[in-house]
């Protein structure tokens, strides 16, 4: 059954965020962390841990050859398990950069000492499936590595179609990065034939950081078996001896676990479908906000990320200002990341967030803009 999650108060005690992570949390999720502490060797921890397989997978359209770990990291620590557990030590990896956190992506896989081309396109631009096959039908790759929502520029790339190239390459295995849009938007792991699908959990899971997710294929795995040195940490074979009995290598973050199986709780009491489309609303809300007001979309026309807009400061405000107007009010907003500092500003209109609260934000930033 649909249902509006919980209102947040509209005078807050704290803070609110409109930062692209981590983003707010609902009092009912941080309390759902105060459960009394159980062993994580014991039978009540395996049970947890298979309570939440169900969701997960369905949360990814994770199919029969998905299994979804659960990591104590952010997704940052997923990306370097991709990197030494899908590319083999004579062959490369190839990256599609088109801003700050796939350019970082691409960096720690060198840093684990893989092989790696890029795909490069100008920030605010999305990857194009016809680069991606002109690249491939060149060289092979082990592993291609996406971003599927860029968080830096508000750009969500045309996974699906990108997926399907790859798909004609049945060696090369894809890693998607999908931190910044996973629960607000679809993701379909099985059907798109994603090997790896990483994320974690302060954006639009709306829970607090700390844990992180990756529902990854039996490909990957006999890819894995075939490299000799992956690490510990990260190994995906390791992760899977334990996943197999409901438990994790090294100690999990069970406080997180408890409050994620209360969240997926209320997200699916408001419905997938319904939660993906009021992800739209507020992206549709912010770039008629951003018109309204003069300003511009730093992302490409028909790329706009559902879950957070990055727009050009072309009006040359001051940011900083704005900022602390807004902190006098208890609102906290995202400036621009990396080399995009001062040339733009980001919204983000992920998780819990209602149309009220977008209100808020917008009323709050008129007046400063009417100074």
């Known amino acids: 059954m649909r249902r509006e999650l919980s209102a947040m108060t509209s005078q807050p005690d704290h803070e609110r965020l409109y930062i692209p992570g981590p983003v707010e ?34 949360s990814f359209g994770g199919g029969d050859q998905h299994r979804v770990y659960i990591y104590t990291s952010s997704g940052s620590g997923i990306w370097e398990s991709a990197s030494r557990c899908c590319v083999r030590d004579d062959q490369a990896a190839l990256h599609l950069v088109n801003g700050a956190f796939s350019e970082r992506w691409a960096g720690v896989t060198r840093e684990n000492g893989k092989q790696v081309d890029a795909i490069e396109v100008p920030w605010g631009k999305a990857v194009r499936p016809e680069q991606v096959a002109e690249a491939l039908s060149k060289k092979h790759y082990d592993m291609v590595a996406v971003v599927y929502c860029e968080t830096s520029t508000g750009v969500l790339n045309p996974l699906p179609a990108i997926a ?19 629960l607000g938007t679809e993701v379909e792991a099985a059907a798109w034939g994603l090997d790896i699908a990483l994320t974690s959990s302060q954006k639009a899971f ?14 990957v795995l006999e890819r894995a078996r075939q490299i000799p040195f992956r690490g510990y940490y990260f190994d995906v074979l390791t992760l899977e001896k334990h996943h197999e009995k409901n438990n994790t290598p090294a100690t999990p973050p069970i406080s997180l676990m408890f409050a994620a199986e209360r969240q997926f709780r209320d997200i699916r009491a408001e419905g997938y479908a319904a ?22 979309m730093f992302s490409e026309e028909g790329y706009h990320s559902p879950t957070v807009s990055t727009i050009r400061n072309n009006r040359g405000i001051d940011f900083s200002a704005m900022q602390k107007f ?10 621009g990341y990396g080399k ?19 209100n808020e934000l917008f009323a709050a930033m008129d007046a400063f803009l009417a100074q």
């Open 25 to 58: 949390v609902r009092r009912e999720i941080l309390d759902a962390q105060g459960q009394w502490m159980i062993g994580h060797r014991g039978k009540a921890f395996a049970d947890l841990y298979g309570r939440l397989q169900p969701l997960l997978k369905e």
């Open 164 to 182: 399907e190239v790859v798909r004609q390459h049945p060696d090369t295995l894809l890693a998607v990065d999908v931190v910044s849009c996973w």
């Open 206 to 219: 709306a829970l607090p950081p700390g844990i992180a997710f990756g529902a990854v294929s039996d490909r």
């Open 275 to 296: 939660r993906y489309a009021r992800h739209r609303r507020l992206a549709e809300l912010t770039r008629a906000w951003a018109a309204r007001q003069g300003f511009e």
């Open 326 to 335: 807004l902190a006098a009010r208890g609102i906290s907003l995202g400036g």
């Open 340 to 358: 995009l500092k001062g040339e733009t500003f980001r919204i983000a209109h992920m998780g819990d967030l209602q149309e009220a609260h977008l």
